[in-house]
């Protein structure tokens, strides 16, 4: 059974910072393409992606401040985020599948659910950055 677990998420201060971790299990993590999307009110975001080839992804306002990357022993995803604002406050989630990145990201009314190739979600992990 396929499964992603997201820890780290948490409360934090504008400015600051915090690393989100997805533990994951039961399909090749080595061939499938892994993602960070979050649940903002109505609607989820892609945040990052990182492609099984090493291609790259990075929501506009996370550019320079957020870095995805993977630990294929441990089998584990990791966003470290830095320069946190209010806006970054959602439900983190992530997910594995294969990414077409040829097309642009449109959005969905909710993470969690298959979309985008996005075909295994972990249950996400709440971040609030708030003074």
């Known amino acids: 059974e396929e499964q992603l677990v997201e820890s780290g998420g948490g409360s934090v201060q504008p400015g600051g910072s915090l690393r989100l971790s997805c533990a994951t299990s039961?399909?090749?993590?080595?061939?499938?393409?892994m993602g960070w999307f979050r649940q903002g009110p109505g609607k989820c975001e892609l945040v990052s992606m990182k492609g099984s080839d090493g291609r790259l992804y990075y929501k506009d306002s996370a550019k320079g401040r957020f870095t995805i990357s993977l630990d294929n022993d441990k089998r584990t995803i990791y966003l470290d985020m830095t320069s946190l604002i209010p806006d970054d406050t959602a439900v983190y989630y992530c997910?594995?599948?294969?990414?077409?990145?040829?097309?642009?990201?449109?959005?969905?009314?909710?993470?969690?659910?298959?979309?985008?190739?996005?075909?295994?979600w972990g249950r996400g992990t709440p971040v609030t950055v708030s003074s």
């Open positions: 997910a594995a599948g294969y990414w077409p990145h040829d097309l642009p990201y449109r959005g969905a009314n909710s993470c969690g659910q298959v979309h985008y190739g996005m075909q295994f």
């Open positions: 039961g399909f090749p993590f080595d061939v499938l393409d």
